[in-house]
């Protein structure tokens, strides 16, 4: 049987969850990551996806995030996102109101590097909207 360890989702709003759990699949910045109890200490940013957790209660919940970044030890991970929601409340048009919230920043921008950032942010929310099943 595996360990179970702690895990928080915390966005500005609110504590999202804080419960032991068995593991957490976040979206890294490099990828999906399996974080598990004894993982080794981990710090990474976290792009738009799905955070999907497996509660030591057996329960399973999926949680939407739009970036931020994950601290991760031994005997917990704490997902600090940027905003977050459990899949079920999202609104069929929050992923659309900001891809096109991207885009109209996006027309005004001169920097290379907010450029860059703002692309990047549509290319993850599009890809999200279709791994949900929102198209």
């Known amino acids: 049987m595996a360990d179970n360890f702690n895990f928080e989702l915390v966005s500005p709003e609110r504590l999202l969850l804080s419960e032991p759990v068995i593991d957490v699949v976040i979206p890294a910045s490099e990828g999906e990551m399996t ?3 004894n993982h080794a200490p981990t710090m990474t940013a976290i792009k738009p996806g799905v955070v999907k957790v497996h509660s030591a ?6 949680y939407v995030v739009f970036g931020g970044f994950a601290d991760i030890l031994p005997t917990g991970c704490t ?3 940027e905003s977050a929601i459990p899949v079920q409340d999202l609104r069929q ?13 996006l027309e005004n921008v001169e920097h290379h590097e907010r450029k860059s950032q703002l692309e990047h942010f549509i290319m993850e929310m599009t890809r999200l909207r279709g791994a949900i099943g929102q198209d």
Request: proline share 0%.
């Open 57 to 62: 209660t057996g329960k399973k919940q999926d």
């Open 93 to 105: 048009d929050e992923l659309t109101r900001r891809i096109d919230a991207a885009k109209a920043e």
């Open 35 to 37: 974080v598990m109890a």
């Open 79 to 81: 997902l600090l996102a």
